[in-house]
């Protein structure tokens, strides 16, 4: 049974930093993509970030560039998404998910994190 436990978040001041992490069993972690989305009131979900199995590609979205990173530590089956600068358009559900097809691709991802919330107050 995959799992994927997601850890972090909460309410933060505009500027601030926060660190998600998203720990995955169940699967063999290594050979999964791993990506982080996010879900604002009244809208889609959108692609944040995303990494390779190997850690050795990783790939941001537009409005998170230069502010967060994503890393994963195999050894530990976790990856983490290290947001700085955080502003208020940040606020949204975070939900972490695990994939074999493309990384890039939001219907790609097979395994879902239950999601944690990020609120930014200006």
């Known amino acids: 049974q995959v799992q994927l436990v997601q850890s972090g978040g909460g309410l933060v001041q505009a500027g601030a930093s926060l660190r998600l992490s998203c720990l995955a069993s169940?699967?063999?972690?290594?050979?999964?993509?791993m990506g982080w989305f996010r879900q604002a009131p009244g809208k889609e979900r959108e692609f944040v970030a995303a990494?390779?199995?190997?850690?050795?590609?990783?790939y941001n979205a537009g409005s998170v560039k230069g502010r967060f990173t994503i890393s994963r530590h195999n050894g530990a089956n976790t990856v983490y998404l290290q947001m700085d600068s955080l502003k208020p358009e940040d606020t949204a559900v975070y939900y972490c998910?695990?994939?074999?097809?493309?990384?890039?691709?939001?219907?790609?991802?097979?395994?879902w994190g239950q999601g944690t919330q990020v609120t930014v107050s200006s």
């Open positions: 998910a695990a994939t074999r097809g493309s990384m890039y691709l939001r219907y790609e991802y097979d395994f």
């Open positions: 169940g699967l063999p972690f290594g050979t999964y993509n």
């Open positions: 990494i390779n199995g190997s850690g050795s590609t990783t």
